[in-house]
């Protein structure tokens, strides 16, 4: 991996990037390759576009307004660790929390955590209705992040259940971001949010654009929800 250019794009958005974490970076993408040989974890397995498409495009969402960079955070749905473990790496303040459906992803990221000697960092098995559900998890974060894992009225009633009062949630989304905000007034006044800022990035070498949407939980999220699993993804609060 081309540390030095990894660097560049970083710095070129006021991100700073350490020859330590630089390190991490190169050794998370070298076994992110070598178990995509075995376990299907992402279709990029170019290190270039690894970079770009996962490392860079986690770091962005530390250039919303309302990033503090420390407290407890959770991504839910992370596959091999996006954008959870990169925000990590720049970010030694946070607890974080991955949430994924497949064991086989948790074994990945467990074998990362323990390889990069990342701080604080719990790993969940189950569905993200079942995680919304467990009092243990339930508004307990201040920061929780997703990224390419549902339309937004979907990932609302994931995730807003799980972010506390006064906290905030932090979709990744692409060009499609703006017409799924468009779907999710209901979703939002049902559980609880509020949108507090909208900012857009152009990937890197043509890598495509990328809707940072975040929003604050203003109240607290009704019981009901998450609903059962399945029934969000067939019944969007829409």
Known sequence: MDKALLKTFASNVGISLSSLQLDMFELYASELIRWNQKVNLTAIEDEEQIMIKHFYDSLLGMKVGAWSGIGALLDLGTGAGFPGLPLLITNTGLQVTLVDSL?????????????????????????AEEVGQEQLYRERYDIVVSRAVAGLPVLLEYCLPLTKIGGIFI??????????????????????????????????QDGGSRNIIVIRKS???????????GIPGKKPLE
């Open 103 to 127: 064991q086989k992803r948790i074994a990945f990221l467990e074998h990362l955590v323990e390889l990069l000697k990342l701080p604080a960092v719990k790993t969940i098995h189950a569905r």
């Open 171 to 204: 979709a990744y989304k692409g060009p499609e971001g703006s017409d799924e905000l468009s779907r999710a007034e209901k979703a939002l006044k049902i559980l609880g949010g509020k949108i507090f800022e909208i900012k857009n990035f152009e990937l890197p």
């Open 219 to 229: 109240k607290s999220t009704p019981k009901g929800y998450p609903r059962r699993p």
